[in-house]
């Protein structure tokens, strides 16, 4: 098939804003009136409220509201589980806790009235490591839950391990931990919040979720006692989200109530320190996993118990094991697969999704083992890999319907371009290869009881086209791949159409910018109504040309006979004839995609995503046995993506992910100290500069998805997944040893070699 | 205690009352409402606020606004020409594929662009050393590297 515009390298639709500076974010966003609020943290990240006088703060001038617990209704919570007040009035679990907030006329005054609020506490014992909280005596955080256990049973039991584990030949048994990385936005997060004359209220917003965050909105008001009202979100650019936007949070209700209190817009912007301790980050799991295989290497079952500090309240975090499942159940061929979850309040940050959505966490511990039974069993890790790799075709123990399914060319070309034969099991010069491989959804991902998006074409009488969509584009290319798929299908140049996808009162419901689902669901959404616009323009230009439906073609944005070329004419000029004309008629569809996937069943079974996307990473790396430094020579990124639609913004998303990925595997970790954070800032947290980037190579291997718009699947997240597993296996491969706890520190390795040569 | 300062903005003589305390970034996003330059942590450490001050990349979260005095100062929206003839930089920024959400991006241009003035001819090296403070979360910095080599060729 050939396309016009799919597969093209076009450039991001909004980026001559962003160059120029004239892309307006949260903090450019000024509005007549507006005040700035502040909030203020607990000092203790475990303690009773005594008392909080806020007379001195009211007092000062230019402070025109201070909040407190009281000001909200005494059980309104936010979050999954609805265990998280906006402000605290009675005890505070964590050092983010949210106690009071002040707006003013300016963000100094209100700084400076912070100051003025005196808190008194009674220190309570805190709990910072999720096998304290699960003992029987320890202090229960959440009285109303009862447990620090969370009830969230994730549970998975697929075939017999038990039988399968006798069974094997060969049996690997291991424990990996993973620490709390945070997503590192550019931006930090903010909202402004006001309410109009009929206290409808509008939320500027960076959200990943704007239906989603509507409703919760819409749902505070109601308890705030303002019934029936509306809700308007209107994105601004959004400065970086990898999830970290995927939930609403106690500084957006802080923002509505203070508004409310004043009548005027209120600001709240995040300083960066806020941005480090104040938002959830990835959460640090514990996670014991077995595995086996028969003589011939067939893998015959996978077994993982995994501990994840939940941190002291519930956002997304906690849902994460849902999709954990998948690679464990799913990646390679594995007939009996065992999984138990167990979230653990703690009086620590409380974590949310990101980049993945617990995947890169499983798949660390999964691929790590799996060179571990390669070892054992003396088989190649590669062909290993090799034998067990998915095929198209096949139904996996969740239940997962795999459609297309690259994993096995993906492996083959990784292992192809990092020489792999030759470089493999040498150790020469302390360089060793690793490769590691993935499963994500790649369809979309029901984990909402929707996982639908809507999409309204029109058309004006310049022969352009607005597209309005609920797809948020949080940089990582939405607006541009969606005008490709629109003009691909209207044969119209790209240029002429325009993605409208921010703001909630123009654009249809949209379950949110995650799993990387927007490609597909969105996709598929402006597709399928461009194709009811495209049928009544073809009627149109039918009876125009005098010609058959069939036979008429457009391309450019002019319409021909196909058989005829003669006969064509421009399309502006075809609809203004049928607008300007007694009984005219203009051109407008819509059409809500919701695809065929469906929610996981109460046994954790069912097809969650309508295609899954699969990837391999390999690299070669040095290590420096004197400094325990690890050196990536290359690293090779391949990719099962269906189809390129758009290779610039694709081999964006693949970069952007290695290096998260790299940063996760070997830089980045959050270092918590008894509920304090230590290093919440960009020099002690250290994400990557260009100085880390080494030489990334992508492979993009396309497998032509039938559900896909134009044979597409999802490829957001999957950039990151097998990143660190990778670099941990070619670390053995050079020095062996191997790291199981992220991130893969000089000081780590260097410990490691030690207890090696000891050894 | 305000004081007056002169100096040039991206190409116009400027004339301000300004506090003593204020940096200049605070100075041109909250007086001059000139929000292209962005503030990603207000400490020096991301780069996203960088302006040219005298052909130099300069952090302007950490630069005091008295010590712009008679000093030429270009920021992102000074870079451009009249109407949409948007700088070398600019350009292959956006053909490249270099932006992604684009909080970093006007002061990656920035950091290039004061490159460009030290260096007709910049090699991979220098490109990273001139960028080596502009944190980008998005992009792995691969395409913005190919930029700033396009715009160099383009020159
Ligand atoms: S805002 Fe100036 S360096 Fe980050
Ligand atoms: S493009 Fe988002 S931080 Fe660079």
């Not at chain 2, 040039?8 to 007086?31: I, M, P």
């Amino acid at each position: 098939m050939s396309f016009n515009i799919i597969g093209k390298k076009i450039p991001k639709k909004d980026a001559p804003f962003k160059v120029t500076g004239q892309a307006l974010y949260i903090d450019d966003v000024e509005l007549p009136g507006m005040l700035y609020g502040k909030i203020l943290y607990s000092k203790y990240p475990h303690a009773r409220i005594l008392h909080i006088d806020t007379s001195k703060a009211e007092k000062l001038p230019g402070v025109k509201a201070v909040i407190t617990a009281k000001d909200f209704p005494p059980h309104f919570r936010i979050g999954f589980m609805k265990d998280n007040p906006p402000l605290k009035g009675t005890k505070v679990l964590s050092t983010r806790d949210e106690i009071a907030a002040v707006c003013a006329i300016s963000p100094e005054i209100a700084e400076e009235a912070l100051d003025l609020i005196s808190v008194e506490y009674e220190v309570l014992q805190g709990i910072f490591d999720p096998l304290v909280a699960m003992r029987e005596d320890a202090p229960i955080l959440h009285e109303e839950v009862g447990s620090n256990i969370l009830k969230l049973p994730w549970r998975l039991v697929c075939g017999d391990v038990e039988k399968a584990k006798k069974e094997s030949a060969y049996v690997v048994e291991d424990t990996f931990t993973t620490q709390w990385v945070t997503h590192c936005c550019l931006a930090t997060s903010g909202c402004v919040a006001y309410f109009d004359v009929n206290n409808n209220l509008t939320m500027y917003s960076n959200t990943q979720i704007p239906s989603l965050a509507q409703n919760e909105f819409l749902e505070a008001l109601t308890a705030l006692g303002l019934r029936n009202r509306r809700v308007r979100i209107i994105q601004v650019t959004i400065g970086g989200g990898f999830g970290s936007k995927l939930d609403t949070y106690p500084y957006e209700y802080i923002a509505i109530l203070l508004a409310l209190k004043t009548r005027k817009p209120v600001k709240i912007v995040f300083s960066r320190d806020e941005e480090f301790f104040a938002t959830s980050p990835r959460q640090c799991t514990i996670t014991k996993i077995s595995q086996g295989c028969d003589r011939d290497g067939r893998l015959t079952f996978r077994e993982v118990e995994m501990i994840l500090d939940n941190g002291a309240y519930t956002s997304w975090g906690a849902t994460t094991p849902s999709v954990m499942m998948m690679p464990i159940s799913s990646l390679y061929r594995v007939p009996n697969v065992k999984y138990t979850a167990t979230c653990v309040y703690t009086n620590n940050t409380y974590c949310q999704a990101m980049r993945g959505y617990g995947n890169p966490q499983a798949t660390f511990a999964i691929e790590s083992s799996l060179d571990h039974l390669a070892e054992e069993s003396g088989i190649d890790p590669y062909d290993l890999r090799i034998i067990n790799a998915n095929e198209p075709g096949e139904i996996t123990p969740q239940g997962f319907r795999v459609t297309t399914c690259g994993l096995k060319e993906c492996i083959e070309e990784v292992a192809k371009r990092l020489n792999w034969k030759e470089k493999r099991g040498r150790g020469l010069k302390k360089r060793g290869v690793g490769i590691a491989s993935l499963i994500h959804v790649g369809g979309g991902a029901r984990v909402y009881k929707s996982d639908g998006c809507g999409t309204i074409i029109k058309m004006d009488d310049f022969g352009k086209v607005d597209v309005f969509t609920g797809a948020s584009d949080i940089g990582q290319g939405a607006d541009t791949v969606i005008a490709q798929i629109v003009a691909e299908e209207l044969g119209v140049p790209v240029e002429d159409v325009n993605v409208i996808h921010n703001d909630t009162d123009i654009c249809p419901w949209d379950v949110g910018v995650h799993a990387s689902r927007t490609t597909f669901v969105a996709g598929n959404s402006a597709l399928f109504a461009a194709k009811k616009i495209k049928k009544k323009l073809l009627e149109i230009l039918s009876k125009l040309l005098e010609v058959p439906p069939e036979d008429v073609a457009i391309k450019n944005g002019i319409a021909f006979s196909k058989s005829d070329p003669q006969k064509s004419i421009p399309l502006a000029r075809a609809l203004r004839r049928i607008h300007f004309t007694t009984g005219g008629s203009m051109l407008m569809a819509e059409h809500f995609y919701d695809p065929q996937n469906e929610n996981l069943n109460k046994e954790f079974r069912g097809n969650l995503s309508a295609a899954y996307a699969y990837g391999t990473h390999g690299v070669e790396v040095e290590v420096d046995t004197e400094t325990g430094k690890v050196k990536i020579l290359k690293y090779v990124a391949a990719h099962d993506v269906g189809r390129a639609i758009n290779p610039l913004l694709l081999e964006g998303q693949i970069y952007g992910g290695v290096l998260q990925g790299i940063g996760y595997a070997l830089s980045e970790k959050m270092i918590y100290d008894n509920g304090y954070l230590k290093n919440g800032n960009f020099l002690d947290y250290k994400i990557l500069t260009v100085r880390d980037v080494p030489p990334v190579e992508i492979v993009i291997i396309e497998t032509n998805e039938e559900a896909g718009p134009f044979g597409a699947k999802g490829i957001g997240e999957p950039g990151l997944v097998p990143t660190a597993p990778a670099i941990a296996n070619a670390i053995y491969d050079a020095v062996g040893v191997r790291i199981r706890d992220l991130p893969i520190t000089p000081e780590k390795v260097l410990k490691a070699l030690k207890e090696k040569n000891k050894g | 205690m305000k004081r007056e300062i002169k100096f040039k903005l991206n190409g116009e003589e400027v004339t301000a009352e300004v506090e003593s305390h204020w940096t200049l970034l605070y100075f041109l996003r909250e007086v001059l409402k000139l929000k292209g330059t962005k503030e990603g942590c207000g400490y020096g450490e991301c780069g996203a606020c960088t302006v040219v001050i005298d052909k130099m990349a300069v952090n302007s979260c950490l630069f005091p606004v008295m010590e712009v005095n008679g000093k030429d100062v270009l920021t992102i929206e000074g870079i451009s020409g009249p109407g949409e003839a948007l700088h070398p930089l600019q350009k292959a920024f956006i053909e490249e594929g270099a932006v992604q959400c684009g909080f970093c991006t006007p002061g990656m241009i920035m950091s290039a662009y004061a490159l460009f003035e030290e260096k007709k001819n910049p090699d991979d090296e220098d490109i990273k050393e001139a960028i080596e403070g502009n944190l980008c979360r998005c992009t792995g910095y691969v395409k913005i590297i190919d930029a700033i080599n396009a715009a160099k060729r383009g020159k």
